[in-house]
């Protein structure tokens, strides 16, 4: 499939709702699917799952395999079950990293760990993740076993390997993209990924959607990273300056430390080892962010990977679903900033 590079479009206010409306029938099967298979006879498993998964959640990774298969003209109605468990891996991420990272808010509610403490949180994650193996059994394709069940681990090997880089201002630019490659853009892919499975298209159509959902994802976690310092708790959903507090090492610190004087690299070992993190620390960082362009760096690089997740998916045919998955990029590069 041949390609030529596009720039994203830049025409305010940009919008899933293309996407929603093209997969509203089918994430409605999805939600049956889902609401199906995380009742059990435990009634603190759908109860605490369903406080997350009913949170507010716009559903992105299960519409964007919804809106793969549409890409396809694939008419049948296997992908239903897969996005669902394509759902239940990424929330079982989100109640297990709301545990590590000891977060308080996530959509603008209080965490499942909050609430129900720390243990309940973990097995429900883990019900969840059982819950999504089922659901790949069921649809009987090895190779998509495969490609959900490989982006399972490679999630897990970048939380750990973001845990293991944490408080470390060392670490490189190139270290920081191995791993939200891993922890996000990984699920991206393998949703997209997975519709040309289902549809039975060859490797060619596969691999250009798996560039497609990684270059999404790539580019949705350098907004979420850039936005961490520029935005507020209303907006994100989550408390501002939360990255900064654990010492999480995102590309605008990777940027504002290399740049900065010695008196400025002191205080971001400082911060980021956690002895300088009072509201006024986090307000320094912020104007140390923006004078080293750090943030608006960022922002360009989310451009960037968000111009090729576009270029990725150039040589299918005009339409609907494809319109619908180019605005996608452009609303996960400009939401909320």
Not at 33 to 42: E, F, G, N, T
Not at 163 to 174: I, K, S, W, Y
Not at 241 to 260: M, S
Request: charged letters at 25%; proline letters at 3%.
């Amino acid at each position: 499939m041949t390609a030529t590079v596009h720039s994203l479009r830049n025409r305010p206010p940009a919008s899933i709702d293309r996407l929603v409306a093209l997969t509203a029938p089918g994430l409605t099967a999805v939600n049956h699917v889902i609401i199906d298979r995380m009742q059990s006879p435990v009634a603190l498993i759908p109860e605490l799952a369903g406080h997350l998964i009913a949170g507010g959640g716009k559903r992105l990774r299960p519409m964007l395999t919804l809106g793969c298969a549409a890409l396809l003209e694939y008419g049948g109605a296997r992908h239903h079950k897969l996005a669902a468990a394509v759902e239940f891996i990424h929330t079982a991420t989100l109640l297990h990293d709301d545990v590590v990272d000891a977060s308080g808010l996530r959509r603008g509610k209080a965490t499942a760990n909050r609430l129900w403490g720390n243990p309940a949180s973990v097995l429900v994650g883990d019900f969840l993740f059982s819950r999504s193996f089922e659901l790949m059994v069921e649809d009987g394709s090895l190779k998509v076993l495969k490609i959900l069940s490989h982006a399972s681990a490679i999630i897990a090997e970048g939380e750990v390997a973001q845990l293991t880089a944490q408080r470390n201002v060392e670490t490189g630019e190139d270290r920081y993209l191995e791993i939200i490659t891993a922890k996000t853009a990984a699920l991206f892919a393998a949703a997209c990924q997975i519709a040309a499975i289902v549809a039975e298209r060859d490797a060619s159509v596969e691999a250009a959607l798996q560039a497609y959902g990684r270059n999404l994802g790539i580019a949705f976690q350098l907004v979420d990273d850039a936005i961490d310092y520029v935005s507020d708790a209303d907006t994100m959903g989550k408390d501002s300056g939360d990255d900064f507090r654990d010492g999480k090492i995102t590309l605008p610190v990777i940027l504002a430390y290399a740049r900065g004087s010695e008196d400025q690299r002191n205080f971001w070992r400082e911060a980021m080892s956690g002895r300088a993190v009072a509201d006024a620390d986090l307000a320094k960082a912020r104007t140390l962010l923006l004078e080293s362009r750090a943030v608006e760096d960022t922002m360009a690089r989310a451009r960037m990977y968000g111009a090729k997740a576009i270029d990725a998916i150039s040589g299918f045919p005009n339409g609907l679903a494809k319109t619908a998955l180019v605005e996608t990029v452009e609303f996960a590069i400009a939401r909320a900033y």
